[in-house]
């Protein structure tokens, strides 16, 4: 209450309301100086000041929402009908947190027991006025008092909000779901994360630094990360498994292991979803999938746990050599399901364009797009990513002349289907480059090729 009026949000948020955008089913404001995001947003936005909103991270957050909503409804992660504890540790203005509640399943959001943290008062200013401009309507979730309480959240819609250092908030502890998206490396709070984890949870980490984690920055790379890398056509491939190590080691120094459930390279980002269970015996085990590249002449590479001096000049590592994804759970991430979870009620995008919210049929057939690219060839490769990559051939078609020898580059979706007919695995892997990966041997993938 202020002079005995209720609190306004918007009031109190400098800048608003700014202009409209919507991304998945959740509208949010953008503040006025930043321009309309382009149809097909790609690579880092320009900061333009505190709270501001890069559109190219829209994927990210959509499978943030598949994802969890996959827990909530085949109860992998907790008992069925049992709350899950998130906490969104550097929130910004909020938006992933609103589309957790915009876009969940409603049979199963009131489930979710959300804390949203930032250390920006701008940030979280805009977040609450969102709430307060947009609210879902939705069910909200019984919150129990936490015990370890010090900073007085600002609450809406069942939403805590809490101004900390994000190493903080992520050790009041018992979180199950932990999302973790800094400008730049995760590393610095990384332990914080798994430390603050329930026994059995879900951590997924953003890294934009993506020159250290691909090898073209080598000094980063080894001062943040211990890597070694190559820049090649494998350089994307390694910043996601150079990532998971780091993150399976950091683990196991707190005697738990890790499960990738989707880990991948998106355009400037890598973004890995892992299992985390607190296991020794688990723990204990880590270095069994940690390795390195090896660039090789008669393959394009191989994994190998011990390099030699000679290998490790044309290798790269160590990194993750294990599976990427879980077969199951990134089989269920298809492009109807983004859509059936994303896409708004036409009278809900109605009501929205009434308070202006300027989107005509064109953006609705852009952002479909945009939807179905965030998730597109990912159920198909998931059995494939699923599997160890020591079992795995992962290659560039642009490489096939080469080794074939022809001069010719067959188109990809023959190579598959052939691979498909001589009684093998194949897909095309999610990545901006043409990228396979197969169960069959390198030299039949070669003979096939040739045959082509």
């Not at 949010?28 to 190219?56: C, Y």
């Not at 980002?269 to 999938?289: D, I």
Request: proline letters at 7%; one cysteine or more; hydrophobic letters at 40%.
């Amino acid at each position: 209450m202020k002079d005995g009026r209720p609190r306004s949000f918007m009031q109190e948020a400098e800048g608003w309301p700014g202009h409209l955008w919507l991304e998945g089913g959740t509208v949010v404001h953008l503040p006025s100086d930043q321009p309309r995001p382009e149809a097909r947003p790609r690579g880092p936005a320009k900061r333009i000041g505190p709270g501001f909103l890069n559109p190219a991270m829209a994927p990210a957050r959509t499978r943030s929402v598949m994802l969890l909503a996959d827990a909530l409804e085949h109860h992998w992660l907790v008992p069925e009908g049992a709350p899950v504890r998130v906490l969104d540790a550097l929130c910004s203005t909020g938006v992933r947190v609103r589309r957790w509640r915009q876009e969940l399943p409603e049979a199963h959001v009131n489930r979710v027991v959300v804390t949203g943290n930032d250390l920006d008062e701008h940030a979280l200013d805009w977040a609450m006025a969102s709430f307060e401009a947009h609210p879902s309507g939705r069910p909200v979730a019984p919150r129990p008092e936490h015990r370890q309480r010090v900073v007085e959240p600002r609450e809406i819609e069942g939403v805590h909000f809490t101004q900390e250092d994000a190493r903080v908030a992520l050790l009041r502890g018992g979180w199950q779901w932990v999302d973790l998206d800094p400008f730049g490396s995760p590393m610095p709070f990384l332990d914080a994360a798994l430390q603050g984890m329930a026994r059995r949870g879900v951590l997924e980490i953003t890294a934009t630094d993506t020159a250290a984690l691909t090898g073209s920055s080598a000094a980063s790379g080894r001062r943040r990360y211990g890597f070694q890398g190559l820049v090649d056509h494998y350089a994307h491939d390694d910043a996601v498994r150079v990532l998971l190590a780091n993150v399976a080691q950091a683990a196991a120094r707190q005697d738990r292991e890790i499960t990738p459930l989707l880990a991948l390279f998106d355009g400037h980002h890598v973004r890995v979803s892992v299992m985390v269970r607190t296991s020794k015996n688990g723990a204990s085990a880590v270095h069994e999938h940690i390795g390195w590249r090896i660039r090789e002449d008669d393959v394009p590479y191989r994994f190998v746990r011990h390099p030699t001096p000679e290998q490790t000049k044309r290798g790269s590592g160590p990194m993750w050599t294990g599976p990427l994804w879980h077969a199951e759970i990134a089989g269920r991430l298809t492009e109807a399901r983004a859509l059936e979870l994303t896409a708004p009620e036409p009278s809900v995008l109605q009501a929205w364009r009434d308070l202006g919210l300027a989107w005509d049929e064109a953006d609705i057939e852009h952002a479909a797009r945009e939807t179905v690219r965030g998730v597109r060839h990912i159920a198909e490769a998931s059995k494939l990513m699923a599997m160890d990559g020591r079992n795995t051939t992962l290659l560039n078609l642009d490489d096939l002349p080469r080794w074939t020898g022809t001069g010719k580059t067959p188109r990809l979706q023959h190579l598959l289907d052939a691979l498909h007919a001589a009684g093998h695995g194949a897909a095309r892997v999610p990545d901006l480059n043409p990228f396979l990966i197969t169960d069959a041997a390198f030299e039949r993938v070669v003979n096939i090729a040739r045959s082509l």
